[in-house]
C-alpha cells in the first residue's frame, strides 16, 4: 500500500513543480519552465539569487566539513571529557 502511495506523492510533486504553459512564456530564457508567475523585474533580482546561493553552497561546504573532521585536538577539549568519562 505504502509503494502505490508513494508513487502516486512524487507523481504529483513533479507535476505541481513545473510552470505552466502561460507562465512558460512570460519567462526569460534561463527560467523556462521552472518557476510559475512573473518573472524577474531587473537584474537586481538575479544578483540576490545568485548571492543567496553562494551563501548556502558556503555554509553547507563548511558544515559538512565541519562535521566530518571538527578539528578539535586539546585533551582537555568537552569532546574528550564526555567520551571519556561514564
Not at 512524487?10 to 519552465?33: E, F, H, M, N, W
Not at 558556503?58 to 585536538?73: H, Y
Request: aromatic share 8%; proline share 7%.
Amino acid at each position: 500500500m505504502k509503494k502505490p502511495v508513494l508513487t502516486l506523492l512524487l507523481i504529483l510533486i513533479r507535476l505541481v513543480s513545473l510552470a505552466c504553459p502561460v507562465c512558460d512564456q512570460r519567462q526569460p530564457k534561463v527560467l523556462k519552465g521552472i518557476t510559475h508567475g512573473t518573472g524577474p523585474e531587473s537584474n537586481w533580482d538575479y544578483v540576490i539569487i545568485i548571492t543567496a546561493i553562494a551563501i548556502v553552497i558556503f555554509t553547507l561546504f563548511f558544515s559538512v566539513k565541519w562535521l566530518i573532521n571538527p578539528g578539535e585536538a586539546g585533551n582537555d577539549h568537552i569532546k574528550k571529557f564526555i567520551l571519556t568519562n561514564p
